[in-house]
């Protein structure tokens, strides 16, 4: 092992504040690897602050001071195998197989950065070893996300005042380098929401004047920044205000557009369709995280609970002394998939979506009706929408205003609608067609496009529940049109 003076100077940021970091053991071999080699390596980023706000941390990121390239990879090599991301980010990333938590570990070596233009991509890096200690903090976004570990003493390194502002609950960039990154307008608001902290008037300031760069960010980096808000937020209402108030709404005009449109106090005493759709949203994170629905599931709950409204700033009006939103669900559709789109959302999401927010009323609508509706009402339900992801998005609209029945949090529709699919056997999926083509054509029909006429009537009929299984469907059509002297 050799001695290297630089690691003194890192010393200067020892803090009195240690964490107990249970990592596995082939973490700490890594680090006590690096260690006997010469080096300083340090936990970095989200685990330290998680650590110390007592969150579980899925992520690991490590940072190596003191030794080169090929040393640092020696050490990586002798755990697992190692991918480089290109020798002048000196980023490497370490899996090893077959452990439960940190199988795949991100280590990086101190770096400059310095933006040469527009995109992520557009960076000037260079690696430095010997980095000091609090220059390599102030590559990093938010103080909070600056502080440093050593695992095997457990002592936290603060070079920037990380930790009195997470004390502070303080979200707050750590320099001028925080405008080279125009994405960090979102992380802003994305852990604002995972957090609930509040973001800096200057750090507020800067986000604002770097509006103009956001434009060029990625569809994909937009996206990774979106899901984080959906799913990871307890309370995404937060990052949707950090967003309004950083200006960053106005990329993405089809939610810009609901600020200030006016709602009936009758049924929306809380405000406006923003503050309607924040506290919607809220509603969805907590079903979310109290279910624990998978990734995908969420998505769709949470993108189904923001654009349920977005029909109404073009269909609200003033009718009769009061306030009416006509048909807002059906227009809200199209604002939808422009939503979606622009945001990076994959494409297997928006068919999911956009049903929730078109059908978004009728669970409400079925109930209110449920003594004069027959089962046919729901089957048809069930094709156009899955049923039960419709009514967790109705509930969040139910929930998410400041009525009397509403704060009261009587849910009466969700049992009674579920039950009712239940009992169709709707639940799941809508209902299969009973009669096939393969059917018809045993008749003796002929093939062509009257089959599919045919077909479309029979389901129409199942749904009515005119007949429900196959025989008695073949016998209905029997009855009513191949006896009926028709040229088929």
Not at 96 to 120: K, L
Not at 144 to 166: M, T
């Amino acid at each position: 092992m050799t001695y290297c003076p630089h690691l003194a100077s890192h010393e200067h940021y020892r803090t009195a504040k240690t964490v107990e970091a249970k990592l596995p053991a082939h973490v700490q071999k890594l680090f006590t690897k690096i260690h006997d080699t010469g080096g300083k390596a340090y936990v970095v980023g989200g685990f330290v602050r998680d650590a110390l706000l007592g969150i579980d941390a899925s992520d690991l990121d490590v940072e190596v001071f003191g030794l080169k390239a090929e040393e640092l990879v020696e050490c990586l090599e002798a755990l697992g195998q190692v991918h480089s991301v290109g020798e002048s980010f000196g980023i490497h990333i370490l899996n090893v197989p077959e452990v439960e938590r940190f199988s795949t570990i991100d280590v990086a070596m101190p770096r400059r950065e310095r933006t040469t233009g527009h995109g992520h991509r557009a960076f000037d890096v260079s690696v430095d070893p010997i980095l000091p200690f609090k220059i390599a903090a102030e590559r990093r976004d938010f103080t909070i996300n600056a502080l440093s570990l050593d695992p095997l003493s457990g002592v936290v390194y603060d070079a920037v005042g990380g930790l009195e502002d997470l004390q502070q609950k303080s979200l707050r960039h750590v320099s001028s380098a925080f405008v080279e990154d125009p994405l960090r307008v979102l992380r802003a608001a994305q852990f604002a929401g995972r957090l609930g902290f509040q973001v800096a008037d200057e750090t507020l300031d800067l986000c604002r004047s770097i509006r103009p760069e956001l434009n060029h960010l990625a569809r994909e980096r937009i996206w990774q920044e979106w899901t984080k808000i959906l799913i990871k937020a307890r309370h995404p209402s937060v990052a949707l205000e950090v967003l309004r108030l950083s200006d960053a709404l106005s990329l993405f005009p089809e939610l810009e557009s609901l600020v200030g449109v006016p709602q009936e106090r009758e049924w929306h005493p809380e405000g406006d369709v923003w503050v309607h759709t924040l506290m919607v949203l809220d509603v969805a994170a907590d079903i979310i995280h109290r279910e624990k629905l998978n990734e995908e599931d969420a998505l769709v709950l949470a993108l189904g609970a923001l654009c349920h409204d977005l029909g109404k700033p073009g269909t609200t009006s003033f009718n009769r002394g009061r306030i009416r939103s006509i048909h807002h669900e059906v227009g809200g559709v199209e604002p939808t998939e422009q939503f979606l789109t622009r945001i990076g959302a994959p494409k297997a999401l928006i068919p999911r979506v956009t049903p929730l927010v078109r059908e978004h009323l009728k669970p409400f609508q079925l109930y209110a009706e449920r003594d004069k509706i027959g089962d046919a009402a729901i089957r048809r339900l069930a094709t156009r929408a899955s049923i039960p992801e419709l009514v967790r998005v109705a509930v969040c609209d139910f929930r998410g205003r400041t009525t009397h029945d509403a704060l009261l949090g009587k849910d009466f529709v969700s049992p009674w609608l579920l039950g009712q699919s239940k009992r169709l056997a709707v639940t799941d999926s809508a209902p299969k067609p009973l009669v096939q083509g393969r059917d018809l054509l045993s008749l003796g029909l002929k093939p062509g496009p009257h089959l599919g006429v045919h077909l479309k009537s029979l389901y129409e009929a199942q749904l009515d529940g005119v007949f429900n299984s196959r025989e008695s469907g073949i016998d209905y059509f029997r009855e009513t049109l191949l006896d009926s002297g028709r040229d088929f």
